[in-house]
């Protein structure tokens, strides 16, 4: 039986889950949009903090953190950010990058004076150059999104 040293048998898929991630570029276009209301969505006017992202495996909650590749702002009055990174690095697995974007867009009232919001965006693993469609943040965003005070 091929796999009868368990051992063997994890460190054989172990070393064939590593993946070379040197060189790898990141060139990332957006634009983020506001919606304050139903239908209203407005170009993001405020200065928005965006990071690029990717997701390490967390093998019993040891292996590695994940990793920031870059960040960038997005311009005031038009949301538009460009993003350019390169990954050098060994990875477990497939790349999995994401935004996490923090913005003061809310749908309502803000809770406190301080507080942002942080949003992710999950992206495809394929490191290529991307226009992302309009980002939608605020009221019935589809972003995973957390409030910080």
């Known amino acids: 039986m091929f796999c009868s040293n368990s051992l063997f048998c994890f460190c054989f898929f172990f070393f064939f889950s590593i993946h070379c991630a040197f060189g790898v570029k990141f ?3 957006g634009t983020l949009k506001c919606r304050y209301r139903e239908g209203m ?3 993001y006017r405020n200065e928005a903090v965006i990071q690029l992202w990717e997701a390490d495996a967390n093998l019993f909650g040891f292996i590695d953190k994940d990793d920031l590749l870059g960040e960038t702002k997005s311009s005031k009055g038009d949301g538009v950010f460009e993003l350019k990174e ?3 690095e060994w990875e477990m697995g497939e790349l999995e990058p994401y935004l996490l ?3 003061i867009c809310w ?3 803000p809770p406190g004076e301080n507080c942002a919001l942080l949003s992710r965006m999950d ?3 394929t490191p290529a150059a991307k226009m992302l469609p309009p980002i939608i943040l605020g009221m019935d965003s ?5 409030v910080m005070c």
């Open 123 to 125: 992206l495809q693993p």
């Open 107 to 109: 749908g309502e009232s």
């Open 142 to 146: 589809q972003l995973k999104t957390i």
């Open 86 to 88: 390169t990954k050098d």
């Open 41 to 43: 969505e407005k170009p």
């Open 27 to 29: 060139r990332i276009n």
């Open 101 to 103: 974007i923090r913005h």
